[in-house]
């Protein structure tokens, strides 16, 4: 696939990293949609099936690991890729991340560079 044939869901409350992280993905050629809560990105994943969301942990209302057990329990979402973009850095919090079902887990601070890094990995788009 091509990187616009990759569809990715971003899920964060904070408008400046949502903002950076649509933008980075954008200009890899990703394919992308952007809300700002968890119950967003449920109405979003009723109509569509990305290949990746991004979740921030910690949002109002669902949180991420909620949206991300959603995921996990409905048959139809079962191949899409979930990446845990968080500020929460405790071995315990990664843990949980892990054991809920994200494929990945990237701790806030992150380098903008590594984040892409690791979505082409997870698309298997490794450069």
């Known amino acids: 696939m091509t990187p616009a044939q990759h569809s990715v869901l971003v899920a964060d409350d904070d408008p400046d990293i949502r903002d950076l992280v649509v933008f980075k993905l954008e200009q890899a050629g990703f394919n992308v949609r952007a809300v700002a809560d968890g119950n967003a990105a449920l109405e979003v994943l009723k109509d ?18 909620d949206v991300l057990r959603q995921i996990r329990a409905e048959q139809r979402l079962e191949p899409v890729k979930v990446l845990l973009l968080t500020a929460r850095a405790r071995d315990t919090d990664v843990d949980d991340g892990y054991n809920t079902g994200a494929d990945e887990y990237v701790t806030k601070p992150f380098s903008p560079r590594e984040l892409l890094h690791r979505v082409n990995t997870l698309l298997g788009r490794a450069r």
């Open 48 to 65: 569509t099936t990305p290949d990746l969301v991004v979740l921030d942990v910690m949002m109002p209302g669902l949180s991420g690991l």
